[in-house]
């Protein structure tokens, strides 16, 4: 694939930054079903991101992710691919999710202090869920999509030899996962079955990554026109907006890639999968500190600045927690280790980590 080494590669931080993002404004709380909507101008405006937009930021991360690994061939090594993926989305999902759940019991069993009456798990299987996702969302809800990734990467090496071999009919197959639930639990969100797997199948038969790139302002228009229907006809299933999307946006992204903005999302990327692992609690955070003074301070003002707050908090806890404990912070985040540091500071840590603000922090994917 003629990746000019780096526009791709760039194409993908700045988006893996974006929609992560989205994903922090859609987790805003309170949500509200698309059916419920108001219809004033802020209410049509929230639902047309929180309910349209940024619903296909799964869809769009779930493509980008079996690019990444179908481009590194790791499908057909699965004893590098399991101790690869082990580190970047087994271990981050463990210390987010359990970190999380010890902390409800600490504050609900230990100090009486209850945010929800469903975030500490009833019985073997609610326990079992909200530790490790068994068969229904963890108790840090936004880790349902790493808790599926780490079920696709299982079936990524069947998947792989379907790409090089029979690629239409591997596309049937996960077409008929997704429509007909086959795989029952072990993928919770089947939307994600073909979004990976076209994505690696991008990869693997050298699709041209930027063939729809002449095309990018029609793509926006018709992206923006499809969500804009969604939320004018209250359309519950968004089905078809996520299967489409990735189509639409990955070309649209192309009017970013070197425009001050563009570059900008780019160099954030690198504190996009912490921002996705962490964001949760903090965003829960923000509401709590916000209910006191809701009858002084209008919601839409929130619902704007509690996602920029939680993005920033997290920004500098990275930066913080880079310099004062690299190698255990890195370890926790799935980020390559280093091997050396150098100096109270550890100059050496922070260098590789500014290094990695390029290509490299895409592994997680």
């Given at each position: 694939?003629n ?12 988006l893996?930054?974006l ?6 404004l859609l ?6 079903p ?9 209410d049509l ?11 296909t ?5 779930a493509?980008i ?9 790791l ?10 993926k082990?580190?970047?989305?087994v ?18 069993v230990?100090?009486g ?6 975030l ?8 079992l869920?909200a530790?490790i ?18 079920a696709?990467m ?12 029979f ?5 049937g ?16 969100r089947?939307a994600?079955?073909?979004?990976f ?6 990869a693997?038969?050298g ?6 790139d002449r095309?990018?302002s ?8 499809l ?14 907006l ?20 563009g570059?900008?999302l780019?160099?954030?990327?690198k ?6 692992l962490?964001?949760a ?5 923000t ?5 006191p003074?809701?009858g ?6 929130y619902?704007?600045?509690?996602p ?13 927690a880079?310099?004062m404990?690299?190698?255990l ?8 280790p280093v091997?050396?540091t150098?100096g109270?500071n ?14 490299k ?5």
């Open positions: 694939m990746d000019d080494h780096g526009s791709v590669s760039q194409r993908i931080a700045l893996r930054f929609m992560i993002f989205g994903v922090v987790h805003a709380p309170p949500y509200v698309i059916a419920e909507v108001a219809n004033t101008p802020f405006l929230k639902a047309f991101f929180q309910n349209a937009v940024f619903r930021s799964v869809s769009l991360l493509c992710s079996g690019y990444l690994l179908f481009r590194s061939a499908d057909r090594t699965p004893a590098k691919l399991a101790s690869r082990f580190r970047t989305l271990v981050p999902f463990l210390v987010f999710n359990l970190g999380l759940l010890t902390a409800a019991l600490v504050m609900q230990g100090l202090v209850t945010l929800n009456n469903d500490v798990p009833k019985g073997r299987n609610g326990w869920d530790a996702g068994l068969t229904n969302s963890p108790i840090n809800y936004p880790l349902n999509f790493l808790r599926d990734l780490i696709l299982i079936a990524a090496p069947l998947l792989g030899w379907f790409m090089r071999n690629p239409l009919l591997g596309l197959i996960v077409l008929a996962i997704y429509r007909f639930d086959l795989d029952g639990p072990f993928v919770l089947n994600l079955w073909p979004m797997y076209l994505g690696g199948l991008a693997i038969r699709w041209d990554m930027r063939a729809l095309y990018a029609l793509c926006l228009a018709l992206f923006l026109l969500c804009a229907y969604i939320i004018a006809f209250r359309v519950a299933n968004t089905d078809i996520r299967m489409v999307a990735p189509f639409l946006i990955w070309p649209a992204s192309s009017l970013l890639v070197r425009t001050p903005f570059l900008w780019s160099r954030m990327n504190y996009s999968f912490f921002l996705f962490a964001h609690p903090v965003l829960l955070l509401s709590i500190v916000y209910k003074f809701k002084h301070i209008p919601y839409p003002f619902w704007v600045l509690g920029v707050v939680t993005t920033a908090v997290l920004v500098v806890v990275y930066k913080l880079m310099r404990m690299p190698r912070f890195r370890a926790a985040i799935g980020a390559k091997s050396t150098s109270p550890h100059s050496a840590s922070i260098k590789a980590d500014q290094e990695q603000s390029g290509k922090p895409l592994v997680w994917l």
